[in-house]
């Protein structure tokens, strides 16, 4: 067998190395070696086809549909806030397969248009790495069903509190909405006592919402009692997140709801929650369901 010229070929048949995040069917993904930034992903086609104009019908949507979640990933798995999408047609095209660059951005990096300054990975040991994190955070994006057209009903989301069996889950949706590259939805059992002592503890619990018989969303609530307020209780939401599938369909919103109806019926007199100021959609969010960016929030990681 004659070995291929186009070096993506080569990578794809397993003849040539690369760090791979994707692989499916029809599409492909691996880290840029000269990146722009850490995390730099091409997606190509597995098909060879050179330019655009020769992609099949529907090829190019395939395309940009595992950019979008190769893009989801790099922000869960790298802690960025932006994206980069390029795709050189013929004119500064380096090897002639159609490949998509999914650049990874912050504010701040020093990009101006597309003069791309590159860098370099430490070591192959640091891009394994890097492609092992979004690989593991891409996974929890592709296994999800396809986006649905139009709102979920609210009767077509069940709202309940967590069982063991859905630890798995939650993993995958923690690891597909942090900004914090430490979740790691390939071992469950990890969280598997921390959920268990929540669940015990009687004054926290995890809610999931369910759709089609799929946990699609969760959230923890904990009330704990104040002094203020003549000793009232308030109530606290945290870890609020929903697959990348159902985001902006109404989920989010049943489940938010319901977790405030819960502190209504327990009595708490607040219920209150923080988000990072990157998540610029998810703070629209919160105060669309009347929550108010009334004071400064402070986090400290300890060691």
């Known amino acids: ?59 190019l949507g395939e395309l940009m549909e595992a950019g979008r979640r190769v893009a989801a990933a790099q922000r869960t798995a790298l802690g960025c806030t932006g994206t980069l999408f390029a795709l050189n047609d013929i004119v500064s095209q380096s090897v002639p397969h159609v490949h998509l660059h999914v650049v990874p951005r912050t504010r701040g990096d020093g990009l101006r248009g597309f003069m791309w300054p590159r860098t370099k990975y430490a070591d192959e040991a640091e891009a394994a790495a890097t492609a092992s994190s979004i690989r593991r955070a891409l996974d929890a994006v592709t296994s999800t069903p396809q986006q649905p057209e139009e709102q979920v009903a609210p009767d077509q989301v069940l709202v309940r509190d ?9 993993a995958q949706l923690l690891a597909g909405g942090t900004l914090r590259a430490v979740e790691d939805p390939s071992d469950p059992a990890a969280y598997e006592p921390a959920l268990a002592e929540i669940l015990a503890a009687g004054n926290a619990t995890i809610l999931v919402a369910e759709v089609g018989g799929r946990v699609m969303g969760m959230c ?3 009330w704990f009692r104040h002094l203020q307020e003549r000793g009232g209780l308030c109530a606290e939401l945290e870890s609020v997140h929903v697959d990348a599938a159902m985001r902006s369909h ?47 929030g402070f986090k400290r990681y300890l060691p």
């Open 1 to 59: 067998m004659t070995e291929s010229p186009c070096l993506f070929d080569r990578i794809l048949d397993g003849s040539a190395p690369a760090h791979t995040v994707l692989d499916e069917a029809t599409v492909a993904g691996f880290l840029d070696v000269r990146p722009v930034f850490k995390g730099h992903t091409l997606v190509v086609p597995r098909t060879h086809v050179e330019t655009v104009a020769d992609l099949g019908r529907g090829v």
């Open 220 to 222: 923890q609530l904990i």
């Open 250 to 296: 109404g989920v989010g919103g049943i489940l938010v709801e319901a977790a405030v109806s819960r502190a209504e019926a327990l009595g708490c007199y607040r219920i209150q929650l923080t988000s990072h100021r990157s998540r610029v959609d998810a703070r629209r969010f919160y105060e669309r369901h009347g929550f108010e960016p009334s004071h400064v």
């Open 162 to 170: 967590a069982l063991p069996v859905d630890t798995a889950r939650l």
